[in-house]
Structure formats: C-alpha cells, structure tokens
C-alpha cells in the first residue's frame, strides 16, 4: 500500500483524474490524503467532492478555508463571492448528504510520521494542544450547533494565542491558524495580509514553518499558499502549485516523498495572489 497526499484541487477534476493516472493510484491498495480547498474557483467543484464522498473509504480530507466558506454559504453565514464557483454544489440534488459529510470531516489528520492540514500549525503550539484544538473545532462543527458556530467563526482576532482564550475566540484561532495562516510575526502572532512571494515578503514577518520558536517537530504535509509553491523540506512539504490560477496539481508519496505533477489544462481564474 502506497500513501499519497495531493494539493489543492480547488474544483480541478479533470486534472485530478490525470494525476491519480500518473500514480497509478489504486483504491484497494493506496491511501490517498487531500489537503483541503476540495472546491472552488474551478470548473468542477461539484463532481470533486462527489468523487471524494463516494471514495472516502480510502480517501481522507482536512477542510480548507475554500470548503468552509462552503459550508458558511450554504446556511446563509456567508455570501457567495465574485470568482466563487460554488453554485452547482449548493443547488445539487445531493447537496444535503454531500455538506454533512464535509462538515464532519477534520482540520488535522495525525499520521506518524506527519500531521496534515491545510494551511500550517501555529507555531507555539506543541502536537498535543495541534490535535486537541483540531478536534473541538471538528466537534462544534459536527454539532447541532454548527450554524452558530460558522457565523461566527469569521473575522481575524485574535492573532495571538493566549491559553485563557474563551471558547469562540479559541477556536476561532484555531479555524486561522489550521485554514488560512502563512506569516506569522515576530510574536508569533497570525498576519493575514501577505499572501504573495516570499522574497517580497516584509522584513518584520516570517513563513510559520520558519519561526525560531517552532514547537511541534513532526512534519507537516499542508497546501494553501500557492505563490509559495512546491517546498520538500525536513519540517514541511508544501503542495499547493496554482491549479486553478493555471499551474499544476502535485501529489507526494508520503511514503518516500516522491512528487508527481500534471499541469492545468488552462487558467481557470486570472492569476492573484
């Protein structure tokens, strides 16, 4: 059995299906791990996340920021946006079996030998406070009371982890850090404005990975920073490549870090950072 993890897919089904050719990818014998961003800004939202349903016995998620503004739109706790492709997943027939399964699906995968999210882990967090804090997020969201929970999982305070956060502010941390970080500061607080190139990026910030005062060893298998690009290193493999903005899906085998790619068939959204 092979173990696989794939960038973000972003509605790039077509591209998918060429990268799981170019493994060889075999569901009664791989494993296969998104890194989250399953939907939008891609022309086949809907037919991923179908696909990723019905092989969820050999394909494991983490949500992304893209899925979770998903989930929002679909109970009114966020508008769909100018670029957003989400339109077809939330009038599909199916839409209500599809979203209830996605929102149960986890923010952290823990494997051995790696902790998968989407978009990194704060860097003053060991793995112990990572996974627990992952999982209250997952089990509000898996609750009764997820609606709540989503419309008020928005907005960019707090940036810096106290351990005396009440709840809300806590996981909304939590939601930040695992689904839309990439800088921090010099405190190790969140920075949600750069998005772009690391050679352009302001002196007083750093990559979260790259934090002097990092905690959890392990490494991290993450996507969500296109501009950032591919990046094998020790601590963290990076696999968001652009798909969607016209650059290529990458898949790594975890196993012994192999890196395939298959590049878009075009540009499916104006280049951005």
């Given amino acids: 059995m092979a173990r696989y993890a794939i960038g973000d897919i972003q509605g790039c089904f077509n591209e998918l299906l060429d990268l799981l050719e170019k493994i060889g990818y075999s569901a009664h014998s791989d494993r296969l791990y998104l890194v989250g961003d399953l939907v939008n800004r891609g ?4 037919d991923v996340l179908r ?4 092989q969820q016995q050999h394909v494991s998620i983490v949500l992304g920021n893209h899925d979770l503004h998903l989930l929002a739109c679909s109970t009114g706790a966020s508008k769909v946006k100018r ?6 997943i939330l009038q599909a027939k199916d839409a209500s079996m599809l979203l209830e399964w996605l929102r149960k699906q986890p923010l952290l995968i823990a494997l051995e030998d790696a902790l998968i999210v989407h978009a990194g882990i704060l860097p003053v967090w060991n793995e112990a406070q990572a996974i627990g804090l992952a999982n209250e ?6 609750s009764k009371n997820y609606q709540w929970f989503l419309s008020n999982m928005y907005g960019n305070q707090p940036q810096i982890w106290k351990e ?3 709840q809300l502010d806590r996981l909304r941390l939590a939601v930040n850090a ?7 500061n010099s405190d190790g607080g969140v920075d949600f404005k750069f998005k772009g190139e690391l050679d352009k990026a302001p002196a007083s910030l750093l990559p979260w990975f790259a934090y002097p005062k990092r905690v959890s060893t392990r490494r991290v298998v993450c996507g969500h920073w296109s ?3 591919l990046l094998m290193s020790d601590s963290v493999w990076s696999l968001d490549t652009g798909c969607v903005w016209g650059g290529k899906l990458t898949a790594v085998c ?3 870090g192999e890196v395939f790619q298959v590049q878009a068939s075009c540009g499916y959204q104006a280049l951005s950072d």
């Fill in 43 to 46: 022309p086949a939202s809907l």
């Fill in 51 to 54: 696909w990723a349903f019905d």
């Fill in 83 to 88: 670029g957003d492709t989400l339109d077809a």
């Fill in 137 to 142: 997020v997952s089990s509000m969201l898996a």
């Fill in 164 to 166: 005396d956060l009440v």
């Fill in 178 to 184: 695992f689904t839309r970080m990439r800088m921090v």
């Fill in 227 to 229: 501009a950032l690009g």
């Fill in 254 to 256: 975890l196993d012994d």
